[in-house]
T-cell receptor
Framework: TQLLEQSPQFLSIQEGENLTVYCNSSSVFSSLQWYRQEPGEGPVLLVTVVTGGEVKKLKRLTFQFGDARKDSSLHITAAQPGDTGLYLCAGAPMNYGGSQGNLIFGKGTKLSVKP | KAGVTQTPRYLIKTRGQQVTLSCSPISGHRSVSWYQQTPGQGLQFLFEYFSETQRNKGNFPGRFSGRQFSNSRSEMNVSTLELGDSALYLC????????????FGQGTRLTVV
């Protein structure tokens, strides 16, 4: 069974602080996606990383895919209250799209940024 | 272009009843996946449909079923509802093939009383 361990589970910080969320697995993924979800809404896709070692930036958010494509991190610089939400990582198994169509989700990191 | 549309947004049902949820994917997307989200278990995969065929199924009882129509719209059905079926049900739309990017609808909040 493929699993994605996400940490920390909860994070409460002050506006302006930096933070990093981690997503780890013993399995190799063909790609990894990060989502942000507001309460009662569906997850919104932030980024997809595909190549081992890849780094993508989205304003104050930096996403990295591990060299071995087993782990990923999300770093937020100078967090703002608008960053508050549930951050989810989701890995696409190696045979995704063929015999396997389900993304493997981490349990999520609930981030609260206080003004 | 329009996103993924799920209807209804909210549902309250009693134990033993059945329910049907609907999902309209992004135009041109042929893959629709369904997930159940609960606070304790997170997002769990139910099943995936591609070109009207169920390709994958998660570890859920047979009370959970689905189908996909020729226009890629999908429905999922839960029969003999149990209290533990209360959850946010999410539909994800994907272009298909090796494209891994999945786009979610707003979900249907099902409450079983």
């Amino acid at each position: 069974t493929q699993l994605l361990e996400q940490s920390p589970q909860f994070l409460s910080i002050q506006e302006g602080e930096n933070l990093t969320v981690y997503c780890n697995s013993s399995s190799v993924f063909s790609s990894l996606q990060w989502y942000r979800q507001e309460p009662g809404e569906g997850p919104v896709l932030l980024v997809t990383v595909v190549t081992g070692g890849e780094v993508k930036k989205l304003k104050r958010l930096t996403f990295q895919f591990g060299d071995a494509r087993k782990d990923s991190s999300l770093h937020i610089t100078a967090a703002q209250p608008g960053d508050t939400g549930l951050y989810l990582c989701a890995g696409a198994p190696m045979n995704y799209g063929g015999s396997q169509g389900n993304l493997i989700f981490g349990k999520g990191t609930k981030l609260s940024v206080k003004p | 272009k329009a996103g993924v549309t799920q209807t209804p947004r909210y549902l309250i049902k009693t134990r033993g009843q059945q329910v049907t949820l609907s999902c309209s994917p992004i135009s041109g997307h042929r893959s629709v996946s369904w997930y159940q989200q609960t606070p304790g278990q997170g997002l769990q995969f139910l099943f995936e449909y591609f070109s009207e065929t169920q390709r994958n199924k998660g570890n859920f009882p047979g009370r959970f079923s689905g189908r996909q129509f020729s226009n890629s719209r999908s429905e999922m059905n839960v029969s003999t509802l149990e209290l533990g079926d209360s959850a946010l049900y999410l539909c994800a739309s994907r272009l298909g093939g090796t494209n891994t990017e999945a786009f979610f609808g707003q979900g249907t909040r099902l409450t079983v009383v």
